[in-house]
């Protein structure tokens, strides 16, 4: 079932005023242009999806496409039979869709009977199997705890479950098994540090691995990156990602995804002659870039320099990037970031500059510019002055000679000042300066 | 004991040469102490028997005995006493009072007391000046007499008569409590002439001077080196690694107030500063602090104006007046005034338009002046250089030294160039 949304005021509103750059508070809701909440939800599979269709709902200003996301939620909380999800589901529905949707206590308990039975059973089969001592059986044991946790939602005891089979991993096949689940379950609990350990562990593994596993890790990490805004090492993750990822990791990341976050990435954190080698010269990248056209003909339109069309190009993906899991928090910066680049790398040719054919080329007002242009300045990242009366950026170098005559002069002076204080204290020390001594003693030796 | 007509012919007699002084100090020692305090009150129609430049050390024992009696010193009150003493002060032979030394500060000291009892601190700084330079061994030593002096300076608004004494950097320091209140004085000195990069030098030294446990002194240097601070650089440097432990930590306890004053300044907003400053007035004025408190407000705007000639080539005065947070365009236009009339920065108003221009420094470093500006500097450095490599050398000849040295390598008893170059098997 296609949800269509009327582009209601608050959309276009919203539209216009993101040229500001500014964050949007986290919990105001985001009305989406497009948002095809099915297809989107079908790229993904497991926990992700749940989560991704809640996250959807809560951020979404639109009802229509809410109560979608939240009746896709339910459901799929209710197949897999994961009660936690399933309450929050419910919780956020709130009976606005029917009796179909409501509250239902039998089977939450139900499923929690049935979850309490099967987590004994398997229990008592590891203290056999531990009994046993028979390495492969324990960790098998403990691994299928793990997923059992973990199919009903309860994390942290599936990621202590998971750490401990490594005690009992004897090929690498079993360690690279076990990072890929701590690493899933790490990315849900939202652990990052974890997550960039275990790849790294996973991909020190003697044996090499399987292309997909790498394209697998390669994602892991770059995801990992982005959530603790080292924007630059996450763009090389996600370009150094192989096309093999294809839909094989569709509980974590989605191809787009990948295209996506790295390209945002690259903008924000590359210079050009990066963007041009790692992204738009990479040819594993350009599978990934060709599912998400828009971005293609964003890096495009950067590197060629038409940044008005470029800047809205990322104003139109906006909308629907809030409502990302993973991208939301740092739309903000990484938008700020491109935007900053786009004016450095306009101005650096030029000697001068008339900000009124700026503004123009970036689509703002000459005195919004202007205040930007002068933080910027502020910030050191452009050699310039503003020519408040004209209207004129003035490229300013400056004078080498004179500066390095203050320099000289100024570090003299710290040298006198700072020896002097130094020769002062030897001195003091050296008459044992001690205030213990005075004021009884008032020797003169003179 | 002899009677004081003895004396006085003594002195007149030994006062030649150095082992006739030697003598003529044995002799005063002896007669020091209860034979002079006994005729202490009749010993002022001698002293014009005797010449304070030739006869300083009989003069000064005399002297000193005289006014160390409080009796004496009522009944004399003002009048000649002064000029007496003063008179000594400049006049007498430097060698002669540096044997006795305490007398000497006792004399100056009293002086000073007189002069403040008398409200007319400007009398004692002529006297005091010449004396410290008296007593002074070489012109890199700090005495008591300092303090004392640079504080009648300060009493009496002298402060440029204060300036030729700090002009000298001072290598050697007796006493603690001199080096501090000669640093706090002075610096209140240079802060009343606004050289505020000297006084934040003084108040570093105090601050940062080995100590082992805090004084008042260190505690009232440290309000004003924040102060200070703001004003020349528009922040507070953190503690350097060689401050004592105890100034470190025990510092920021005393002061707090000062240092919330600073993290206001951070901010950059000036009405913030303004109501955190009415706030703590009394605080402020207690600690005779609220003139250099009213500085470090108005430093704020030039700050930000500073700033502002970074960025703009020309910017209009509204703008100006916005950015920086004041009322009106015409007081954006008075405070840019004031700071090119001061010389702060460099820029041209144009009224018609209402912008300011900013232009560069037209320094160009090309002026023979700016060339003997450079080459003073570098004989200086070049001074301060050699002196340090001597000291350095001197400590690394000293005794204590190499036994430490020593033992910290007795460690690596043989140490490589210890054995011979040649095997022991061919001698």
């Given at each position: 079932m296609d949800v269509d949304c009327e582009v209601s005021a608050a959309a276009a509103a919203a539209v216009t005023n993101g040229l500001g750059g500014g964050e949007q508070a986290a919990a105001a809701p985001v009305s989406a242009d497009q948002l095809d909440v099915e297809a989107y939800a079908a790229q993904y599979s497991g926990r992700t999806r749940v989560a991704r269709l809640l996250f959807i709902a809560e951020r979404c200003g639109v009802e229509a496409i809410q109560l979608e996301a939240l009746r896709m939620a339910h459901d799929e909380a209710r197949a897999r039979e994961d009660t936690v999800l399933y309450l929050d589901a419910v919780l956020k529905i709130n009976s606005r869709?029917?009796?179909?949707?409501?509250?239902?206590q039998a089977w939450v308990d139900s499923v929690n009977r049935r979850a309490e039975q099967r987590k004994e059973k398997l229990e008592t089969e590891l203290n056999g199997y531990r009994t046993n001592l028979i390495k492969e059986s324990i960790r098998m044991g403990y691994n299928d705890i793990g997923d059992f946790f973990y199919a009903h939602g309860h994390l942290s005891e599936a990621f202590k479950s998971y750490i401990r089979t490594r005690d009992y991993c004897t090929t690498s096949k079993h360690i690279v098994q076990m990072c890929m689940h701590v690493i899933l379950v790490s990315i849900e609990l939202g652990q990052f540090a974890h997550v960039t350990n275990y790849v790294s562990k996973a991909e020190q593994t003697p044996d090499t691995l399987d292309a997909v596993i790498v394209a697998k890790l390669r994602a892991a990490a770059g995801l990992a990156n982005l959530e603790t805004k080292k924007y630059k090492l996450a763009a090389r993750k996600f370009l150094e990602?192989?096309?093999?990822?294809g839909s094989n990791y569709s509980e974590v990341i989605a191809p787009q995804d990948v295209a996506v976050y790295g390209a945002l990435c690259a903008l924000a954190s590359f210079d050009r002659s990066e963007l041009k080698s790692?992204?738009?010269?990479?040819i594993n990248f350009r599978n990934f870039l060709e599912l998400v056209p828009e971005v293609r003909e964003l890096v495009n339109d950067f590197y060629a320099s038409r940044y008005g069309s470029c800047l809205e190009h990322l104003e139109k993906l906006k909308p629907n990037l809030l409502l990302d899991i993973h991208l939301r928090e740092h739309l903000g910066t990484l938008y700020n970031d491109i935007r900053h680049k786009a004016i450095i790398q306009y101005t650096?040719?030029?000697?001068?500059?008339d900000l009124n054919t700026m503004a123009s080329a970036f689509k703002s007002s000459v005195s919004m510019l202007e205040k930007e242009l002068a933080a910027l300045i502020t910030e050191n990242k452009i050699q310039a002055r503003i020519d408040s009366h004209n209207k004129i950026l003035y490229a300013r170098h400056a004078d080498q000679r004179n500066a390095t005559f203050q320099r000289a002069l100024q570090t003299g002076n710290e040298f006198e000042r700072d020896i002097k204080a130094m020769l002062l204290r030897a001195n003091l020390i050296k008459h044992d300066?001690?205030?213990?001594?005075?004021?009884g003693q008032r020797k003169m030796n003179l | 004991m002899e009677s004081v007509e003895a004396l006085v012919a003594h002195i007149q007699g030994l006062s030649g040469s150095a082992d006739e002084l030697a003598q003529l100090h044995g002799l005063l020692k002896q007669a020091d102490g209860d034979a002079l305090r006994a005729h202490s009150a009749g010993l002022l129609p001698f002293l014009?028997?005797?010449h304070p430049g030739a006869h300083s050390l009989g003069y000064l024992y005399l002297l000193d005995s005289f006014v160390s009696s409080s009796a004496n010193l009522r009944a004399h009150a003002g009048g000649d006493l002064l000029v007496t003493v003063a008179d000594f002060l400049t006049s007498c032979s430097a060698d002669q009072i540096r044997m006795a030394p305490d007398k000497f500060l006792n004399v100056c000291r009293v002086l000073k007391n007189e002069v403040m009892q008398l409200n007319a601190?400007?009398?004692g700084i002529a006297p005091l000046r010449a004396a410290v330079r008296k007593i002074?061994?070489?012109?890199?030593q700090l005495t008591p007499l300092h303090a004392e002096y640079l504080m009648l300076c300060l009493l009496a608004k002298q402060y440029k008569a204060g300036l030729s004494v700090l002009e000298d950097d001072i290598f050697?320091?007796?006493?603690p409590k001199d080096l501090f209140l000669y640093c706090y004085y002075g610096a209140m000195i240079y802060i009343g002439l606004k050289k505020f990069r000297k006084a934040l030098e003084l108040l570093h030294n105090a601050v940062t001077a080995p100590m082992s446990s805090l004084n008042a002194i260190t505690v009232e240097a440290y309000k004003k080196y924040v102060l200070v601070s703001l004003i020349q650089s528009g922040q507070v440097p953190s503690f350097p690694k060689y401050t004592s432990s105890t100034a470190q930590r025990n510092l920021k306890n005393h002061t707090q107030i000062y240092v919330d004053l600073s993290t206001c300044y951070g901010t950059g907003s000036y009405s913030d500063l303004e109501t955190f400053i009415q706030s703590n007035a009394e605080a402020f004025q207690t600690d005779n602090n609220f003139g250099l408190v009213k500085q470090v407000l108005s430093s704020m705007y030039k700050r930000n104006i500073q700033r502002l000639t970074q960025t703009y080539l020309t910017l209009s005065l509204e703008d100006i007046a916005s950015s920086v947070q004041l009322n009106t365009p015409k007081e954006a236009e008075m405070h840019v005034l004031r700071m090119i009339e001061d010389g702060e920065i460099h820029a041209t108003i144009n009224q018609k338009d209402g912008m300011v221009s900013f232009n560069e420094?037209?320094?160009?470093?090309?002026s023979s002046e700016m060339v003997e500006h450079i080459d003073s500097s570098i004989q200086r450095l070049m001074a301060l250089s050699k002196k340090l490599t001597s000291i350095d050398q001197n400590i690394s000849c000293d005794h204590a030294f190499l036994m430490k040295v020593q033992s910290g390598r007795e460690r690596a008893r043989f140490d490589y160039d210890d054995f011979d170059s040649v095997p022991h098997k061919y001698f």
């Open positions: 869709l029917g009796p179909r949707y409501r509250h239902d990602t192989g096309p093999e990822l790692k992204v738009i010269d990479n650096l040719p030029f000697i001068s500059v300066f001690n205030q213990k001594n005075w004021p | 014009s028997h005797l601190p400007i009398r002074q061994t070489s012109s890199e050697e320091v007796d006493q420094d037209p320094e160009q470093y090309k």
